[in-house]
């Protein structure tokens, strides 16, 4: 018999599911610590372009949580979610491979949208499906994850400049910590088809 406080299992995996939303937001926005000084020096940039590079997926993240709302009433909370993380694997793959800064800087307002959108959409799509009696811990797991997806690049940041020399790492070793982004998108990408859509939607 299910304990009262125990969530059903259907709504702990989905609730597990939309937090992954909230690993993806802080490894995004933290994996620019481990890169930005090979940025700069790969890209030859002066201070202000610097601060543009760093700072650029936070206007992408502005844009995602003003529309966020909108399209979740619009289209459902999963879908949503979808497209949130579709932009993540969009910009993990274009931040990894520009050829100039400007496309760097694009890649990462596209990653910042859906930063943005998942900062909005995760605790909303778990506080929707989680019984009332347990929706604050459920809805604490995406805190949880944006926690923990800090601590994460930080480690997947260390092991990749460590992998090679500071030529290497200015040359290639940046692309890798953003591409690293790619693997939770898809994960999470992935994990997002099987499970049910918010029933308040």
Request: net charge neutral; aromatic share 10%.
């Amino acid at each position: 018999m299910t304990h009262p406080t125990s969530p059903p299992r259907i709504v702990l995996l989905s609730s597990l599911v939309a937090a992954l939303a909230g690993l993806l937001f802080s490894y995004d926005t933290a994996v620019i610590s481990g890169a930005i000084g090979f940025l700069r020096t790969h890209f030859a940039l002066d201070a202000a372009s610097t601060g543009w590079a760093a700072s650029s997926a936070l206007v992408g993240c502005i844009f995602g949580a003003g529309i966020a709302g909108e399209i979740s009433d619009r289209f459902g909370r999963k879908r949503a979610l979808i497209l949130a993380a579709i932009l993540y694997l969009v910009s993990a793959v274009w931040s990894a491979i520009p050829a100039t800064v400007s496309e760097f800087v694009v890649a990462r307002i596209i990653g910042g949208v859906g930063v943005g959108m998942a900062s909005l959409l995760s605790p909303l799509y778990i506080s929707e499906i989680a019984p009332a009696a347990i929706r604050g811990r459920l809805v604490s797991y995406n805190q949880l994850a944006i926690v923990g997806g800090i601590l994460l690049v930080y480690f997947v940041n260390y092991v990749i400049a460590g992998h090679g020399s500071e030529a290497w790492n200015t040359e290639t070793g940046w692309r890798w910590m953003f591409g690293s982004e790619a693997l939770p998108a898809i994960l999470f990408l992935i994990a997002l088809f099987p499970i049910p859509e918010s029933p308040r939607w």
